[in-house]
């Protein structure tokens, strides 16, 4: 834990709950609830003060501590030294939480559920590879192993992602193949939650799998699993050659191998916290769309590295502490996008589709506003192209 003085200074700031650009509140916990212990500073307060005997765990507290998304906002503006250890002290109090058996019964439940099926809703590890239908699956010897990661395997509306981007590299002609019903989750979010002995399991029964299956590079669905195999394997001595889609779709629309066609349509792009934040990937889905002739591409006043957090980091997606009420992260973002007057939200995270989805319904917006991924546009303006 950092020193009394330093988290003192953090708790006495609060700059982290804004953003650079504006004073609007950019800290999702905050944002829907605001108290301060729901901010970074007072978080890291309570956390203090709860490791040192001063606060006793309660149910309040494990809702404080467990309904930070991790978006890593609160890193992008901290004006402090410290600033990149903002996250990891959150982290390791989760940890901590863990090990003394203090978890929400929600978070446990998505642990357990990753444990005995593979995923967070408990569901059949022989159902993961059925969007899949069709599509090649990965033998030795393709260039590319296409990892899906749980949402998009088992969440209906997330899977059309996986489809469109199947399509998109068939079309490429790039040689690669998915793992359906093998495939095993990435271990992000059991890390973030603080089940780092869960992430390990996981990490090494992929590594092992990819070694076995001669993988060399592979392409993630999800910046969650991105993130995970970039920067978290390799602490396990399990460096991955991995690429998040939008920067192979833009490799391939640069060289040539896919050719957009035009399609007339206004869009605004959501910067996904586990791709912009946390890996400073922000214009190769914008060259993506911006590829597409008539389609115009506008952004939200909050973007790249200010954008708001959909709300679901961290396995808020699941345990759901920042859904609901007007001021739920997911419904401001897509009154922002409404604000732009576009007619899609293009998402580049299967985790960001389905808050902005379930979002869209609670702001009666469906008919006025469309939430797409990226690679859904990009196929849809080949199929205009073809026509």
Not at 124 to 132: D, Y
Not at 312 to 327: E, K, R
Request: net charge negative; glycine share 8%; with cysteine.
């Amino acid at each position: 834990m950092q020193p009394l003085a330093d988290i003192h200074r953090c708790f006495r700031c609060g700059y982290c709950k804004f953003t650079a650009s504006s004073p609007s509140i950019n800290c999702p916990p905050y944002l829907k609830y605001r108290f301060e212990s729901y901010s970074s500073g007072g978080r890291l307060w309570l956390i203090r003060a709860w490791l040192s005997g001063e606060l006793s765990w309660s149910q309040r507290l494990a809702e404080i501590l467990y309904s930070c998304s991790l978006c890593r906002n609160c890193v992008e503006q901290c004006p402090f030294k410290f600033r990149e250890e903002l996250m990891d002290m959150v982290v390791a109090a989760r940890r901590e939480a863990i090990e003394r058996g203090l978890a929400p019964s929600k978070v446990k439940e998505f642990l357990e559920n990753l444990y005995k099926y593979g995923n967070p809703w408990g569901l059949a590890r022989e159902k993961r590879g059925a969007w899949a239908e069709g599509v090649k699956r990965y033998e030795h010897g393709d260039e590319y192993l296409l990892h899906v990661g749980c949402v998009a395997s088992y969440e209906e509306c997330a899977q059309r992602m996986a489809k469109s981007l199947a399509k998109l590299l068939e079309a490429a002609k790039l040689p690669f193949g998915v793992l359906g019903e093998l495939e095993i989750c990435d271990g992000n979010e059991a890390y973030m939650m603080g089940e780092e002995g869960l992430f390990e399991l996981l990490a090494e029964n992929n590594i092992k799998m990819f070694r076995e299956l001669g993988v060399e590079k592979v392409v993630a669905l999800s910046p969650h699993a991105y993130n995970a195999f970039k920067n978290l394997y390799p602490k396990l001595s399990g460096s991955i050659n991995v690429i998040h889609y939008t920067q192979l779709l833009d490799q391939l629309i640069a060289e040539g191998s896919l050719k957009p066609g035009r399609l007339e349509v206004k869009v605004t792009y959501h910067d996904p916290c586990f791709l912009g934040r946390h890996n400073g990937i922000y214009e190769e889905p914008r060259r993506v769309l911006e590829s597409i002739p008539g389609l115009k591409l506008v952004e939200m006043e909050r973007c790249r590295e200010d954008a708001l957090c959909c709300g679901g980091g961290g396995g808020n997606f699941y345990i759901d502490l920042l859904g609901g009420g007007p001021n739920s992260p997911a419904r401001v973002r897509v009154r922002e996008a409404l604000a732009t007057g576009a007619e899609v939200i293009a998402v580049a995270c299967p985790v960001c589709l389905i808050m902005l989805e379930d979002a869209l319904k609670a702001e009666e917006l469906e008919g006025r506003l469309e939430v797409k991924d990226v690679s859904e546009i990009l196929l849809e303006s080949l199929k205009a192209g073809a026509t």
